[in-house]
């Protein structure tokens, strides 16, 4: 089944340690992204990739690292979390299409984190 | 800049009532357009979308029209369901040729629909 799988899908840790939240898709998509969802704030992207070694900041980077050693490999990683970054955060990807450049992407389930 | 605004939630009909949920954008350029839902506890999914002026996209009865005069693209349903309940976001992506565009968000839509 062509998905985007990201782990784990809850979270609760405290100030300072450091995590990492995996996103794989198995769809051989060129475009990943991460977004962080908040109440009342809609989505807001992170970071995006548009291929492997190529990364670029979204509208809220500070706090965040990523890396694109692979394709289908694209992990979000907080280096010394604190609880602003508590949020639902998305991994998605996408297929570059040819003519209109849109941009459809496949969502992830979701990884609910808290930070103490 | 690239920006959409969509209504402000939430909004609460009955089974089988016709919903409009508005949204308009700014965009340089030709951008595309999309309606995403997220139903409870899942990640977005594509509704629809629209990739130039006047194209209608359409999905499981929901519809919305690319606009450039209005810059909107409203989503509307002729008779909603109980299982429409869900949060609709209203998207745009902007064209850079042979580069995928970045897609820009509005803040979402709650709806909920009771029998």
């Known amino acids: 089944e062509a998905q985007v799988t990201q782990n784990p899908r809850y979270l609760i840790t405290v100030t300072g340690k450091k995590l990492t939240v995996t996103c794989s898709q198995n769809m051989n998509h060129e475009y990943m992204s991460w977004y962080r969802q908040d109440p009342g704030l809609g989505l807001r992207q992170i970071y995006y990739s548009m291929n492997v070694e190529v990364t670029d900041k979204g509208d809220v980077p500070e706090g965040y690292k990523v890396s694109r050693k692979e394709k289908r490999n694209f992990p979000l990683i907080l280096e010394s979390p604190s609880p602003n970054q508590t949020s639902l955060y998305f991994c998605?990807?996408?297929?570059?299409?040819?003519?209109?450049?849109?941009?459809?992407?496949?969502f992830g389930a979701g990884s609910r984190l808290t930070v103490l | 800049g690239n920006s959409v605004t969509q209504m402000e939630g939430p909004v609460t009909l009955s089974e089988e009532a016709f919903l409009t949920i508005n949204c308009t954008y700014t965009?340089?350029?030709?951008?595309?357009l999309f309606w995403y839902v997220q139903y409870p506890g899942e990640g977005l999914q594509l509704l629809l979308k629209a990739t130039k002026a006047d194209d209608k996209g359409s999905n499981k009865g929901f519809e919305a029209t690319y606009r450039k005069e209005t810059t909107s693209f409203h989503l509307e349903k002729g008779s909603v369901q109980v299982s429409d309940s869900a949060v609709y976001f209203c998207a745009l992506s902007d064209y850079r040729g042979s580069t995928l565009g970045r897609l820009y968000f509005g803040r979402g839509t709650q709806l909920t629909v009771w029998p």
């Open positions: 998605a990807s996408s297929l570059r299409t040819e003519f209109s450049g849109a941009n459809v992407l496949t």
């Open positions: 965009a340089t350029g030709y951008p595309s």
